[in-house]
C-alpha cells in the first residue's frame, strides 16, 4: 500500500494551494478518503471526507466554503483545493483512507505535507 501526497508549501493569506494524494495497493474506489491536519501542540483534526460510493462530502466548521475535497477514481487520487488560505490554516495536512481490503477493513496515512499560511 502506497499513499503518496504532494502540494503543499508556502502561500500568502488569501491565497491558494491545491494537495492530491495518490493511492495504490487497495481499491481506492471503495474507501472514504479523508483529510487531516495537525498544528504544532495540537491534536490531528478532520478536515474535509468525502464518501466512496456516492461521493458525499463533509467538512469542518472552519473550512466549509474554502475547502473543497474531491476524488478522481480512475486515477486513484483524492484533492483538496484550498482558497482563502488564513495563517490558522497552517499545519502539517495529511491524507487517510478508511475501508475493505483483503486483509479487513483498514485504515492508511499520507507521509503528510506542510502547508504554511504567512506574509
Known amino acids: 500500500v502506497h499513499i503518496v501526497q504532494s502540494g503543499g508549501g508556502l502561500v500568502q493569506p488569501g491565497g491558494s494551494l491545491r494537495l492530491s494524494c495518490a493511492a495504490s495497493g487497495f481499491t481506492f474506489s471503495s474507501h472514504v478518503m479523508s483529510w487531516y491536519r495537525q498544528a504544532p501542540g495540537k491534536e490531528r483534526d478532520m478536515v474535509a471526507v468525502?464518501?466512496?460510493?456516492?461521493?458525499?462530502?463533509n467538512y469542518a466548521d472552519s473550512v466549509k466554503g474554502r475547502f473543497t475535497i474531491s476524488r478522481d477514481n480512475a486515477k486513484n487520487t483524492v484533492y483538496l483545493q484550498m482558497n482563502s488560505l488564513k495563517p490558522e490554516d497552517t499545519a502539517v495536512y495529511y491524507c487517510n483512507s478508511w475501508g475493505p481490503t483483503d486483509w479487513g477493513p483498514r485504515t492508511y496515512w499520507g507521509q503528510g505535507t506542510q502547508v504554511t499560511v504567512s506574509s
Open positions: 468525502i464518501g466512496s460510493a456516492t461521493s458525499s462530502t
